[in-house]
């Protein structure tokens, strides 16, 4: 554009600007004729009357040519639906606010960079206005994130109980809720399990939603329940099998996953045993180190409990501060302290809701068998001692 | 200093439950102030038109004084079809990300209250809604209104160092039954399931019950079961299970024990409860409990019945217990609750992912 060409323009933007103060006169609303527009495309929605989207500090809708009364009762917003043959839309929720002698538009909510927004004159302004257009805005879209993948499954192992009671789900990043159910399948060989897992509509994620639990349906393992009896155990021991998790999920910011997921594994034996403590071995550090303690168990436990409900802790009862890892496919967990360790005792304290893949605790078995139901209240928490010399 | 008018005519509705928000703050040790919610979940409505919200991200009941209580229940059909769109246009949102959580009606007012979720990330963001007789729709403001919060006891025990907890346990339903707040939840982790008492006014006491429910075949017990949705009964609470059975309670035994559910129904396989009313016509009451796959079912109940009915406890053929009989006429029922005395409201699914709020007559 030649500069000649922008002064012509120039010049015929005073000639507008006039004509809106002549407008605005009309409608009793003397106020931001005169003022210089913010930075952002104004757009005309009648001889007189403009809206521009304003992105700072937050999305909002800037309107001259109106006060703000008129501008209540003359301004409608809405979202432009994907549906574009439904109904009439209503107005976005907010309020109209006086600001720099112009009236802003600000949203309930923070508008969406995914949708567009109409703006458009209503009600007598509207019926008076010979020509009106309805502007609609949008918010530039920002760079695409990395699309979210698959970290982990857990249970680890490629062999698992006929019983398994859920697997947990890692992803990269945050994911969308709401779909779960439809994105992941259980296979034997070729075929789908029908039904397999506890289909909540809560959906079980963890608050950043990067972890999904999903529990096989216990309709399906526990015995003498109708579900299982009717239609069978949701996996045979035996058998092969695959958890399967489709690239169509999409994460929190509407991107499918980068891959599908697929996890093998073979299923062996249920496991109906309550956890078993004394079996479990301990390797312990030595002062002056930043050594690990190890626990060594004789099964794969649930990898989430092993994370949360053990806990290293002198034998007044003070906290021991580190880092927990889990290995050797949930058979091993290990404590690696912040500081040196001292000479002295110690204790791994184990809450006794701790699980393993089954769901059999240490408090208890998954299932009980009436007669053998302890009397009285398990303890909530055991300890295993160590000594640091 | 700017001046602010609302966007929506139905605020003015807001501003004067804001007035009367006093004398329920001084009755139900409520304080004044804005809720910061970081979910809303499942809802139920205490008395006075207290609402109940359950926050499973903040691990909190909160109790809200909606100020609602003023209105003649029950003389309109509220008929809103859409009702999910509608609500995305108002929040500025598409239908795919507005979630409606809950649906319950104030026994006070006749509105109807929703939780919705904008979003489905993890930032997705709270809001409530009130359709009101006339079939009009508008957010239910929680600015400087009358609310307190129940933190549960959940928190993590241990120390984690700086490591997010990702623990969560999942509230699944509420329920109000004589100064007291029923609560069923369902953790991200361990497969336990309790239900939680909490008094109201809220003393910071709760009770945490295990309820095991004998399953008949083998003579085993389970107690890991998630209670999908409840409600209370002749102070008792039935109890529908994500395996199907009925299970009935007594609610002063929720003192924080193990104690031993008795289920009086099986209702088939391959279903999940989503919602239950209970309600009276002519002389005999009757459960009518929304299913994913069973439709909705209604059932004859009787505190007699309940009381003498045997608990299942041997090998089962079909479905057991108390019969129901499948209301055909009502389908795909994603939430259910009791409009009046001879009315339901019902939120019904389409096929095209649309949400239509019905009122119908009690089957």
Not at chain 1, 118 to 146: C, M, W, Y
Not at chain 1, 164 to 171: E, P, V
Not at chain 2, 96 to 116: K, R
């Amino acid at each position: 554009m030649s500069n000649s060409k922008l002064l012509r323009l120039t010049s015929f933007e005073r000639f507008a600007t006039l004509i809106v103060g002549l407008s605005c006169l009309a409608l009793q609303a003397p106020m931001a004729c005169s003022e210089e527009p913010p930075a952002a495309k104004r757009h005309e929605l009648c001889q007189g009357v403009t809206v521009a989207l304003q992105q700072e500090p937050q999305p909002s809708f800037v309107i001259t040519g109106l006060d703000l009364e008129q501008a209540t009762s003359a301004i409608k917003i809405t979202v432009v639906p994907d549906d574009q043959q439904r109904r009439e839309v209503p107005p976005m929720l907010g309020r109209f606010v006086e600001r720099d002698q112009s009236v802003v538009f600000e949203p309930r909510f923070p508008l969406s960079p995914a949708l567009e927004y109409r703006v458009e004159l209503i009600g007598e302004l509207a019926n008076q206005s010979q020509s009106r257009i309805s502007p609609v805005f949008q918010l530039p879209k920002p760079a695409p994130q990395p699309q979210v993948y698959v970290t982990e499954v857990f249970p680890s192992s490629d062999t698992l109980p006929e019983n398994l009671l859920k697997f947990y789900i890692h992803f990269s990043g945050p994911m969308s809720r709401g779909e779960a159910y439809q994105h992941v399948r259980l296979l034997h060989g070729a075929d789908v399990v029908d039904r397999p897992f506890l289909e909540l509509g809560e959906e079980l994620w963890d608050a950043g939603q990067t972890r999904f639990t999903l529990f096989i349906h216990p309709g399906r393992i526990k015995r003498g329940l109708k579900p299982r009896e009717e239609d069978g155990p949701a996996m045979v021991a035996g058998e092969e099998y695959s958890l399967e998790i489709d690239k169509r999920w999409v994460s929190a910011d509407g991107q499918p996953l980068k891959d599908s997921y697929r996890k093998r594994f073979t299923v062996v034996e249920p496991d109906h045993q309550q956890l078993n403590p004394e079996s479990w071995k301990i390797e312990t550090p030595t002062r002056d180190s930043r050594l690990a303690v190890l626990l060594k168990f004789d099964e794969p436990l649930d990898h989430a409990m092993l994370m949360r409900v053990l806990s290293v802790q002198r034998r007044d009862g003070s906290s021991i501060h580190g880092k927990i890892q889990v290995s050797e496919h949930e058979t091993q967990w290990s404590f690696t302290p912040d500081q040196d360790w001292e000479e002295g005792i110690y204790e791994i304290r184990i809450a006794t809701n701790l699980e393993d893949r089954s769901g059999n605790s240490v408090a208890r078995p998954f299932e009980t068998k009436m007669q053998e139901r302890a009397a009285s209240q398990p303890s909530t928490h055991i300890a295993v001692e160590f000594i640091v010399n | 200093m700017s001046r602010s008018l609302y966007h929506s005519l139905f605020a003015v509705f807001g501003l004067f439950c804001a007035v009367t928000l006093s004398a329920n703050a001084a009755d139900y040790g409520l304080t004044k102030g804005t809720p910061t919610l970081k979910q809303a979940g499942p809802l139920a409505f205490g008395p006075d038109g207290i609402l109940f919200v359950g926050d499973t991200l903040s691990a909190a009941v909160y109790a809200i004084d909606t100020g609602d209580h003023a209105g003649a229940a029950g003389q309109a059909e509220v008929n809103i079809a859409g009702v999910n769109a509608k609500i995305a246009d108002m929040i500025g949102s598409t239908v795919d990300n507005t979630v409606i959580n809950d649906m319950v009606v104030n026994p006070a007012s006749g509105n109807i209250y929703l939780s919705v979720s904008r979003g489905r990330g993890p930032d997705a963001q709270p809001v409530l809604f009130r359709a009101n007789q006339k079939g009009d729709i508008d957010e239910v403001s929680l600015k400087d209104v009358g609310f307190a919060v129940a933190k549960f006891d959940n928190a993590p025990k241990f120390d984690e160092g700086a490591r997010r907890n990702p623990r969560l346990s999942a509230i699944t339903d509420l329920q109000f039954n004589s100064g007291k707040l029923i609560v069923a939840g369902l953790s991200n982790e361990e497969f336990a399931s309790k239900l939680r008492v909490l008094n109201f006014p809220f003393d910071g006491k709760e009770a945490d019950t295990s309820i095991e429910v004998y399953h008949g075949a083998h003579g085993r017990l389970e107690t890991q079961s998630p209670v999908r949705t409840f409600i209370t009964y002749e102070n008792q609470v039935l109890a529908a299970y994500t395996c199907t059975p009925l299970v009935t309670i007594p609610v002063d035994d929720l003192k924080g024990e193990k104690i031993m559910g008795k289920t009086i129904a099986e209702l088939g396989n391959r279903n999940n409860p989503l919602d239950m009313i209970v309600y009276r016509k002519g002389q005999q009451d009757y459960l009518l409990m929304s299913n994913d796959s069973r439709g909705v079912m209604k059932m004859k109940l009787s505190k007699p019945d309940i009381d003498t009915a045997d608990a299942i406890s041997s090998r089962i053929n079909g479905t057991a217990g108390l019969t129901y009989e499948t209301m055909e006429q009502f389908q795909n029922v994603v939430q259910l609750d009791k409009l009046d005395s001879d009315h339901a409201i019902m939120l019904v699914a389409n096929s095209d992912n649309s949400l239509d709020l019905k009122t119908v007559a009690l089957p």
